[in-house]
């Protein structure tokens, strides 16, 4: 008995043809897409990045002025215990009482 005369094996061996053709197409189809979006974000990250430059140099720049600033928020802090919460709350661990503030 040969095995292709048998309509149940004819019938698994196009089904399983026809899936292995969808597979690559979708395949496929994610692949290109994927690459789009690939292509697409690396000229967005192109275009922002002088702007993303621009700002690191701000950043750089008021960096001294917002350690600064921390430092007056941490001294208030230390001279008035109620806003300790405050600070706790942003993330600003205040030295325990008595400790000279960094400069």
């Known amino acids: 008995m040969n095995a292709?005369?048998?309509?149940?094996?004819?019938?698994l061996k196009r089904q399983v043809f026809t899936l292995l053709v969808a597979l690559v197409v979708v395949s496929g189809t994610l692949t290109?897409?994927?690459y789009r979006q690939a292509s697409i974000t690396g000229k967005d990250i192109a275009a922002i990045?002088?702007?993303a430059q621009q700002l690191?140099?701000?950043f750089n720049q008021n960096q001294?002025?917002?350690i600064g600033f921390v430092n007056q928020?941490?001294?208030y802090g230390q001279a008035h215990p109620d806003f300790r919460p405050v600070l706790l709350k942003y993330g600003i661990q205040p030295p325990p009482p008595g400790t000279p503030l960094p400069k």
């Open 4 to 11: 292709d005369s048998n309509p149940e094996i004819c019938a």
């Open 56 to 58: 690191i140099g701000a």
């Open 32 to 34: 290109v897409y994927l």
């Open 49 to 51: 990045q002088p702007q």
């Open 64 to 66: 001294s002025l917002m």
């Open 73 to 75: 928020l941490v001294a």
